[in-house]
């Protein structure tokens, strides 16, 4: 079994930054496929940032290409998403998932998630 801790949201101006952290227990992290979602209210939970074990291999959804970075250490058992340049858009609840296969999925475990708000 593996249990993700999310940490690091809050809430931030339009152009801002934040870095989001995902901490993994239960299991050794260069094992697994680590991955970022959001889900904004009203809407359905969409895919943000997935990473491959080595970290060498990353892939993004298209809206926030440029802007975020998931990157890991696996050494801390920890999953990134640096996020900047943040749009009022980028509100929503974010979820670091862990998988076995490949950075776009799927995926098999779940954090309880991490508000996100960017105010205009």
């Known amino acids: 079994q593996v249990q993700l801790v999310e940490s690091g949201g809050g809430l931030v101006q339009a152009g801002g930054s934040l870095r989001l952290s995902c901490a993994a227990s239960?299991?050794?992290?260069?094992?697994?496929?680590m991955g970022w979602f959001r889900q904004a209210p009203g809407k359905e939970r969409e895919f943000v940032a997935g990473i491959n074990r080595s970290g060498g291999s990353k892939t993004y959804a298209d809206s926030v290409k440029g802007r975020f970075t998931i990157s890991r250490d696996n050494a801390k058992n920890t999953v990134y998403l640096q996020m900047n340049s943040l749009k009022p858009e980028d509100t929503a609840v974010y979820y670091c998932?862990?998988?076995?296969?490949?950075?776009?999925?799927?995926?098999?475990?779940w954090g309880q998630g991490t508000q996100v708000t960017v105010s205009s």
């Open positions: 239960g299991r050794t992290l260069s094992w697994l496929v």
């Open positions: 998932a862990a998988g076995l296969r490949t950075t776009v999925g799927p995926y098999d475990y």
